[in-house]
C-alpha cells in the first residue's frame, strides 16, 4: 500500500484504491501525477514501474529505474531483470539476476526466472537442474514446473552432444497433453520414432478433450494441435512416408489456424520435401520464413536452419544475387552466435557458409574450380571440418581427380574416416588409384577395425561389425578365403545368433578348412518340422512339378509333331506316377488337335496380279495414302499450309529444336530454338470482305 504522505493525502487514498481494484493504467497515471509534484517519492516510483511492467511497456519501466538506481537496486532488482528478460536481452537479464543480493536471489519468482532465462540462454542442462529445485517449493504449480522441466529436458536431448550424455535418462509421467508433447520430443531425439508418434497421438486426445472443456474455439483448438500435427508430419518424414508427411503439412497451412512461428517451420518442411521438383511452390512458401517475429519466438539452429534453406532455394533457382545476400546474412547470424550462449552450435554449424559459397560460385561459374580453390583454403585453416572435406572430395571426383579425392577423404578425423560408409568409399578410390590395390585397402579395413575394436562411442558395436562384414565380403570377392573365413570368424563370436555370418563362416571355411566349415555348420540351430506335413508337401510338390512340367513338354513334343518325342513323353509319363500317366495318355490327342491347327495358308497378293513375271511388292503398300511417296496433295491442303494451318492450329517446328523457346543442357549451354520459315504470301487474287463479323 502506497504512504500516505504529503501535500495531498487524497491522491495517496486514491491511488490505494487503484491499486486494489487492478486500475492499472489509473495507477501508472496517477503515480505520474504525483511524481510531477514530489519527484523523489519512491512510493510513487515503485508504484509507476510495477504497472508500466504490467502494461509490458518494459522500456519506459527501465527509464524509471536508472533515474534512481540506488533505489531501483535494492527494491526493484526483480523487476529489471524481468524487464530485460521480455526484452530478451536474456544475457543481461541473467547478470541482474546474479547481481542480486542473496536473500533476494533465494526468493522463488527470482528462482523460477533464473530457470527460464537460462532455458532462453539454451543452458537446457542448468534449466533442468534449477526447475527440479523448484518442484518441492510450496510457492510454485508442480504441474507447471514439471512441464517446464521436460521441455527443458527434451530440448536438451535434441540438441546432443556432451549436454545429452551428461544428463540421465527420465521418464515425465504425462498427465497432460503439455508433458505427452514434450515425451514425444524426447523419444523422438533417441530415435524411437514409433513410440513418438504414439505419445503424440495420446497428445491429441488429451489436448482436445481438454481445450473443449475450457470452452476454446474450434479455431483455437485448431491452433493449439497444429504444433502437434507438425511433429507427427516430421516423424514421417524421417521414417521416409514423404507423401503422408506432405499431406500434414498442407493441411496446417491451409486450416489458416497456425501462428507465425508455426508457420514458418511447416513451410520450411514443405520446402525441404518438395526439393529440387516444386520451386513455384517453395518460393510461395519462402515468403513465411521472413516473418520479424521470428527473431525472437526461433532457437538459433531452427533460425540457422531456415536461412540456410532459404539460401538453397535461391541458389536452385538461379537468383543468385539473392542467394549471396542470404550466405551474408547466415555468415553474419554464425558470427553473432560465437559471441553468446549459442557459441556450442555455432562452432558445429561453422562451415555451413562456406558451403554456400561454395554452391553460389559453382553454379555461377559453372565450373567447380573455383568452389574447389575455396574449400582447399578453408580445409587448410580448419583441419577438422569434416562436410567441407566431404564436399570438397566430391568436387575433386567431378573434375576426375580421384587420388585428390582419396587424400582429402583420408585426413578427415578419426571417428569420421572410419565410418563404415566412408570405409567403402576409401577402399573404391584405394582400388582405382594408381598404385594401390589390394594392399592398400586391406591397411584401411584394418585401420578401421582396430579404431572401432578399441573405441569407447556408443555405436562402437554396430559399426565394428559392419566393417567386419565389408571387409569380409571383400576378401570373398577376391579369392581371399583365409582371411575372408578370419573376419567372418569374429561376427560370429560378437554376435552367436547372427546367421548371416555364420553362413560366410561356413562358405569361407569350405574353400580353406573343411572340418571348420563342418564345426561351422554344426552350429546351425536346428528346424523344428513337427508342424510340417511331410506328405503334403510330396504331394503338392509332385502335382505341380508333372501337371505343369510334364504338361508343358508334352505340348510342346506336341506342337513339333516327332513321334520319338511322344514316346518319350510317354515313358517321362510312367516313371511320374498316376498323374503324369495321364498327362502321357493325352499326348496323341494333344498332337492330333495341333495338326488341325496346321494349314499352309496362301500368300496375299494384289489383285490381278501377273506371277508369269518378276514381282517386286510396293514398300509403301502398308502406309496410308496421305504418307505414301504417289501422293499429292489438293489445292485446297497446298493452301492450307501456305497459310500456316487452321485458326488455333500449332506450327510444329522442325525436328531438334524446343518448344519452350531455349532448351537447357546438361551441361549448362544454351540452344536458341529453331525459327519456323516465314509463310509465303498468297498469289490468290480477289476483292476481299470489309465488315461484318468474318
Given amino acids: 500500500m502506497a504512504a500516505q504522505t504529503g501535500e495531498k493525502p487524497q491522491l495517496y487514498t486514491q491511488l490505494d484504491a487503484f491499486i486494489a481494484s487492478d486500475r492499472v493504467e489509473d495507477v501508472v497515471d496517477l503515480a505520474q501525477t504525483i511524481l510531477a509534484e514530489n519527484p523523489n517519492d519512491m512510493d510513487a516510483v515503485h508504484c509507476e514501474v510495477v504497472g508500466l511492467v504490467r502494461l509490458s511497456k518494459f522500456e519506459a519501466a527501465r527509464a524509471r529505474m536508472d533515474a534512481f538506481p540506488e533505489y531501483s537496486a535494492e527494491h526493484l532488482a526483480y523487476e529489471r531483470a524481468y524487464c530485460l528478460y521480455r526484452e530478451h536481452r536474456y544475457a543481461d537479464a541473467l547478470a541482474a539476476i546474479e547481481g542480486a543480493d542473496e536473500e533476494a536471489a533465494a526468493e522463488t519468482r527470482f528462482r523460477v526466472l533464473a530457470a527460464q532465462v537460462h532455458y532462453r540462454l539454451n543452458d537446457f542442462a542448468r ?16 504441474s507447471e514446473v514439471e512441464t517446464n522441466a521436460s521441455a527443458a529436458y527434451a530440448l536438451a536431448t535434441t540438441a546432443g552432444g556432451a549436454v545429452a550424455a551428461s544428463l540421465p535418462p527420465r521418464n515425465f509421467e504425462a498427465t497432460t497433453y503439455e508433458l505427452a508433447y514434450n515425451n514425444a520430443l524426447i523419444q523422438t531425439a533417441l530415435g524411437r520414432f514409433g513410440a513418438a508418434l504414439a505419445l503424440l497421438d495420446e497428445a491429441g486426445r488429451m489436448a482436445t478433450a481438454t481445450l473443449e472443456e475450457e470452452d476454446l474455439t474450434e479455431e483455437e483448438i485448431e ?39 508455426l508457420l514458418a517451420v511447416v513451410s520450411n518442411n514443405i520446402i525441404v520435401l518438395n526439393g529440387t521438383k516444386d520451386a513455384f511452390d517453395s518460393k510461395k512458401k519462402v515468403r513465411a520464413l521472413t516473418a520479424d517475429a521470428l527473431r525472437t519466438r526461433l532457437t538459433f539452429p531452427q533460425r540457422l536452419r531456415l536461412l540456410s534453406n532459404r539460401a538453397l532455394l535461391a541458389i536452385h533457382t538461379a537468383q543468385l544475387k539473392e542467394g549471396a545476400a542470404l550466405v551474408d546474412e ?18 558445429d554449424c561453422a562451415d555451413w557458409a562456406v558451403l554456400l559459397r561454395a554452391a553460389l560460385s559453382s553454379r555461377h561459374s559453372k565450373s567447380p574450380k573455383e568452389a574447389v580453390a575455396m574449400l582447399e583454403a578453408y580445409v587448410a585453416e580448419h583441419a577438422d571440418a569434416a562436410r567441407a572435406k566431404l564436399t570438397l572430395a ?47 585397402a586391406e591397411r584401411i579395413f584394418d585401420a578401421a577395425i582396430e579404431y572401432w575394436g578399441r573405441s569407447k562411442a556408443p555405436r562402437r558395436a554396430i559399426y565394428l561389425q559392419q566393417v567386419l562384414r565389408g571387409a569380409a565380403e571383400w576378401a570373398m570377392a577376391r579369392g581371399k578365403a583365409p582371411e575372408a573365413a578370419a573376419f567372418y570368424e569374429r ?12 553362413t560366410g563362416a561356413v562358405r569361407a571355411y569350405a574353400l580353406c578348412d573343411p572340418e571348420k566349415a563342418e564345426a561351422y555348420a554344426a552350429r546351425f540351430p536346428p528346424i523344428d518340422a513337427s508342424h510340417v506335413d511331410v506328405d503334403a508337401l510330396e504331394a503338392a510338390s509332385s502335382q505341380h512339378s508333372f501337371a505343369g512340367g510334364a504338361a508343358a513338354a508334352a505340348a510342346k513334343r506336341a506342337a513339333k509333331g516327332k513321334g520319338r518325342e511322344g514316346e518319350e513323353g510317354n515313358e517321362a509319363a510312367a516313371d511320374g506316377g498316376d498323374t503324369a500317366g495321364a498327362v502321357g495318355a493325352g499326348g496323341d490327342a494333344l498332337r492330333a488337335q495341333k495338326a488341325k491347327k496346321k ?19 510396293d514398300p509403301d503398300r502398308w502406309l496410308k495414302k496421305s504418307l505414301r511417296s504417289t501422293f499429292r496433295k489438293t489445292r485446297r491442303q497446298k493452301a492450307q499450309q501456305q497459310r500456316g494451318g487452321h485458326q488455333g492450329g500449332a506450327v510444329v517446328a522442325p525436328a531438334g529444336s524446343y518448344e519452350g523457346g531455349v532448351s537447357v543442357s546438361s551441361g549448362g549451354g544454351k540452344q536458341a530454338a529453331a525459327v519456323p520459315p516465314k509463310p509465303a504470301a498468297s498469289k490468290k487474287k480477289g476483292k476481299g470482305k470489309k465488315g461484318g463479323k468474318r
Fill in 127 to 142: 534449466a533442468v537442474a534449477l526447475y527440479d529445485a523448484l518442484a518441492s517449493s510450496d510457492d510454485v504449480d508442480a
Fill in 223 to 261: 491452433g493449439e494441435l497444429g504444433v502437434i500435427k507438425a511433429q507427427q508430419g516430421l516423424l514421417l518424414h524421417l521414417q521416409g512416408k514423404s507423401e503422408e508427411a506432405m499431406q500434414i503439412f498442407q493441411g496446417i497451412v491451409r486450416g489458416k489456424a497456425a501462428d507465425e512461428t
Fill in 330 to 347: 547466415l555468415d553474419v547470424l554464425l558470427r553473432d552466435a560465437r559471441r553468446g550462449p549459442d557459441a556450442a552450435a555455432a562452432a
Fill in 394 to 440: 566430391q568436387l575433386q571426383l567431378t573434375q576426375g581427380n580421384a587420388e585428390g579425392a582419396s587424400v582429402t577423404v583420408a585426413s578427415l578425423p578419426n571417428d569420421t574416416v572410419n565410418l563404415p560408409a566412408l570405409v567403402a568409399v576409401r577402399v573404391q578410390l584405394a582400388e582405382g588409384a594408381e598404385g594401390g590395390g589390394s594392399g592398400s
Fill in 491 to 502: 561376427l560370429v563370436a560378437m554376435a552367436p545368433e547372427d546367421t548371416a555370418a555364420l
Fill in 599 to 617: 494349314k499352309a495358308r496362301k500368300p496375299r497378293l494384289p489383285k490381278n496380279v501377273d506371277l508369269t513375271v518378276p514381282y517386286t511388292p
